[in-house]
């Protein structure tokens, strides 16, 4: 364990897993505050009717977007100056984002309980309602599965906006981001039901999605990929001091 | 094992920029070197591949026989120290240090808090609510106190005030003292550090003019004062790097080898003949017309 503990990698995870739950947990409380407030004051909202766990799913995708595009050279230059490796960097901080995204998953799914909890015992209505994913009510496991697999095509892609703009500077840069729009535009609507695969115009009925294991294998070679290219430009990044 | 780095015919390229030229020096466990260079001459470039910052366009570098980039065993011993802006950073110093120490392994606390205490840092203060000065001691203390086989401070100096950086001068030479290893300072105050170098690298647009010993190096630099003519004749031969006029009173500034007989030779002549500072000899030797002279200097 204390080998472990020494380990380069075990730090890098360790601080921005930390840093990651800590930022998560405020912005989530706010939002979780907010929707609390509109479930008593405004009643006639979607997006108030959907459970925690459905309604937290979206705020969690944009905020691991976010952090990743932070963190994407920050945390490359933090390290390297305490004498770590790109390698162990990488693997640190791809560990924490899987950590914190199943950990953000079940703080979800814990507020969900939490909810039902607070209903029964005051005048409140808890929202109920789940992301169909395909067209298709799924359950709380396959739900939190597939938004976990979601939150962190979004982490790898802000990460790769982030790390984009670092290394490649603003003109190349900015192919990250239309990179990551195109890539996040095709996985989001290819969860949606069949009728609504339209991105930006153009139908999307090329692939038979509609079988939940398909769309999941499509969305994890997506994220490969993108964990690949991901490291082919963070393994021999320069950084600069000043 | 000894800890030694090794510059073998180092080329660094950025895009069209050839910002390091064919280096070349091995430094060497125990010594303080200076790094000297005007704006833009490579210090920091040099120091970037030592750290594993970035990857060298060409040559080689060794450390302890090793090529120190993406090299886990060689990166954690090597710490490069510089001014960033500390503007979000909320910890205090205390969990700074506390974090630094999780990475560096031969971190010695006791040290930092003397250190600390000498530069009259508060361990509960805030790194957000440091000055510049502060800041800079406090990666002084960071860097020392690491006790990393490699230390690197480039112009670390930067906001300290005259008492702060005096500590700062005689806690290298007491840290040196207790912990032999690399220590590398790149400088612009050259005339306030020069004492504290055992090893001089003068770089210039990408080339290294100088890597001697401080004392050699110091020694090569004289002013020879007089009668313009006498002077004239005195230094007909010998590598000038500056002149100065006044009347018929000529200084002429040499590089190169002087004996103790030119030195008697000098004085049969009437001529003064009096040692030239790093800090000069840094001046006049990074002048555009002087770099050749520097790379090969007279009798030598």
């Given at each position: ?11 890098v ?6 840093l990651q ?12 505050l907010i929707?609390f ?5 405004v009643r ?9 766990l459905?309604?937290l799913a979206?705020p ?6 976010i952090?990743?595009?932070?963190g994407?050279?920050y945390f490359l230059?933090h390290f ?5 490796t ?10 924490s ?8 998953q ?17 005048p409140y209505e ?7 994913y395909?067209g ?5 496991l ?19 906006i982030?790390?984009?703009f670092?290394?490649?500077?603003v003109?190349?840069?900015f192919?990250f981001?239309?990179?990551a729009v195109f890539?996040l535009?095709i996985?989001?609507?290819?969860w ?6 339209n991105?930006?115009g ?10 939940l294991?398909v769309?999941?294998l ?7 990929l ?9 393994r021999?990044?320069?950084v600069s001091p000043? | 094992m ?11 390229d950025?895009d069209e920029?050839?910002?390091?030229d064919?280096v ?5 466990e ?5 790094l000297?260079g005007r704006?833009?001459a490579?210090?920091t470039?040099?120091l970037?591949?030592l750290a594993?910052y ?8 060794k ?13 954690k011993?090597?710490q ?5 802006d500390m503007?979000?950073e ?5 969990e700074?240090l506390?974090?630094v ?10 040290y930092a808090h003397?250190?600390l205490?000498r ?5 509960k203060?805030?790194?957000?609510k ?11 203390v960071e ?6 086989p490699?230390?690197i ?9 005259a008492?702060s950086?005096?500590?700062?001068y005689?806690?290298?030479?007491e840290?040196q ?7 590398i300072?790149?400088t612009?105050?050259?005339s306030?550090?020069a ?13 290294l003019?100088i890597?001697?010993?401080y004392d050699d190096?110091?020694e090569r630099g004289v002013?020879?004062t007089g ?25 002429a500034?040499?590089?190169?080898s002087f004996t103790?007989s ?12 009096s ?6 000899l840094f001046i ?10 520097a790379?090969k200097?007279?009798?030598v």
């Amino acid at each position: 364990m204390q080998k472990l503990k020494s380990h380069p990698v075990y730090k890098v995870s360790k601080d921005v897993y930390l840093l990651q739950m800590l930022w998560a947990l405020l912005v989530l409380g706010a939002i979780v505050l907010i929707h609390f407030l509109l479930g008593i004051f405004v009643r006639d909202l979607a997006w108030i009717d959907r459970s925690a766990l459905s309604a937290l799913a979206n705020p969690i995708q944009v905020f691991m977007l976010i952090f990743g595009i932070i963190g994407g050279a920050y945390f490359l230059k933090h390290f390297i100056r305490h004498g770590v490796t790109r390698k162990h960097c990488f693997a640190g901080v791809l560990i924490s984002g899987v950590l914190a995204v199943v950990s953000l998953q079940i703080v979800a799914l814990l507020l969900t309980f939490l909810s039902y909890g607070i209903e029964a015992l005051a005048p409140y209505e808890a929202g109920r309602e789940t992301i169909a994913y395909l067209g298709q009510e799924r359950g709380y496991l396959v739900s939190m599965i597939v938004n976990a697999a979601l939150t962190l095509v979004y982490y790898i892609f802000g990460w790769l906006i982030g790390i984009g703009f670092y290394r490649y500077k603003v003109l190349r840069g900015f192919a990250f981001i239309l990179l990551a729009v195109f890539v996040l535009g095709i996985i989001g609507t290819m969860w949606l039901p069949e009728s609504e695969w339209n991105f930006m115009g153009i139908s999307l009925n090329l692939i038979d999605t509609s079988r939940l294991w398909v769309a999941f294998l499509i969305t994890d070679a997506t994220l490969l990929l993108g964990i690949l290219l991901l490291y082919a430009i963070y393994r021999k990044a320069p950084v600069s001091p000043h | 094992m000894k800890t030694e780095a090794r510059f073998q015919d180092i080329v660094l390229d950025y895009d069209e920029v050839r910002a390091l030229d064919k280096v070349s020096c091995t430094l060497e466990e125990g010594k303080v070197y200076g790094l000297i260079g005007r704006n833009g001459a490579g210090k920091t470039s040099l120091l970037s591949l030592l750290a594993s910052y970035r990857e060298p366009s060409g040559g080689s570098l060794k450390v302890r026989d090793e090529a120190p980039f993406e090299n886990a065993k060689i990166m954690k011993d090597i710490q490069f120290l510089y001014t960033y802006d500390m503007s979000e950073e909320s910890e205090t110093i205390e969990e700074y240090l506390k974090e630094v120490a999780t990475f560096r392994e031969r971190f010695d606390f006791e040290y930092a808090h003397t250190l600390l205490k000498r530069f009259g840092l508060n361990p509960k203060k805030k790194l957000n609510k440091l000055s510049t000065g502060m800041q800079s001691a406090l990666l002084v203390v960071e860097g020392l106190a690491s006790l990393s086989p490699i230390t690197i401070f480039d112009e670390i100096h930067h906001g300290m005030d005259a008492p702060s950086r005096t500590t700062y001068y005689e806690a290298i030479l007491e840290s040196q003292r207790m912990h032999r290893r690399i220590i590398i300072l790149s400088t612009h105050l050259v005339s306030e550090m020069a004492y504290l170098f055992d090893h001089v690298l003068i770089l210039d647009r990408g080339k290294l003019l100088i890597d001697e010993p401080y004392d050699d190096v110091v020694e090569r630099g004289v002013t020879i004062t007089g009668a313009e003519k006498v002077v004239d004749d005195f230094t007909q031969g010998r590598t000038i790097i500056d002149t100065k006029t006044l009347g018929d009173t000529k200084a002429a500034m040499l590089y190169g080898s002087f004996t103790e007989s030119d030195r008697k030779k000098a004085k049969e002549a009437g001529l003064q003949v009096s040692t030239v500072s790093l800090q000069e000899l840094f001046i006049h030797l990074t002048k555009e017309d002087n770099h050749a002279k520097a790379e090969k200097p007279s009798g030598v």
